[in-house]
């Protein structure tokens, strides 16, 4: 989900940014009160009081209102800014076990419903698993730039720990969203043989 609390940006982003986020609220709750397929843009439109070329301005396809984030502009930076001396694996787990650390309650609903509507869609399923796609190309880049032999290697230390978290995900969806998704995601890590300590992933 986007996130509005910037307030670093320049006045005209922040708008901008404002506008993205009330977007995919609508979107997201008229969703899940009328269902992905029954829902137009024309009506995410009129609830978030836009035209509908705005909307298709921030979110090129309608999918993209519940798919969209900013998740990979922040694991790239996280990822360049983590102790490089890591084993690979753990490193990469602790990034992404710290952004979700990082998520408030607020933001964990709002994951939670992205989730449940990507499960139960299978347009967005499919959208789902070439985000993870694309993180994992992220990674790989952060980590090895243009090295083919060391950006191989990261690309499959990045889809073990991508294929864990979003297992757990998926999961922590099933149940109604109501476990605690970071212990669950700490979980699926050791199932792969990351054992993160209560230091990693904040």
Known sequence: MVSSNTPTLPLRERRTLRTKTEIQRCALELFVAQGFEETTVAQVAAMAEVSAMTVFRH????EDLVISDDFDDSLAT???????ERDLMRRIAGVLLSSL????????????????????????????????H???????????GSN????????????????????AMFQWA????KGDMVAMVRRAFVSI?????RSEGR
């Not at 990822?79 to 490089?84: F, P, Q, V």
């Not at 191989?152 to 979003?166: D, E, K, T, W, Y």
Request: proline share 2%; with cysteine; glycine share 4%.
């Open 59 to 62: 979110f090129p396809t309608k």
């Open 148 to 167: 083919h032999v060391a950006r191989f290697r990261a690309a499959v230390a990045a889809g073990a720990c991508l294929s864990a978290i979003s297992t």
């Open 134 to 144: 694309r993180s994992q190309e992220v990674i790989a880049e952060s980590i090895a």
């Open 101 to 132: 650390t990082a998520t408030n309650q607020a933001e964990r609903r709002l994951l939670y419903v992205r989730i449940d509507l990507a499960m139960r869609t299978p347009a967005l399923r499919a959208r789902r698993y070439e985000n993870l």
């Open 193 to 197: 043989g990351i054992n993160l300590d």
């Open 78 to 84: 996280r990822i360049r800014e983590a102790r490089s």
């Open 174 to 177: 099933a149940d109604g969203g």
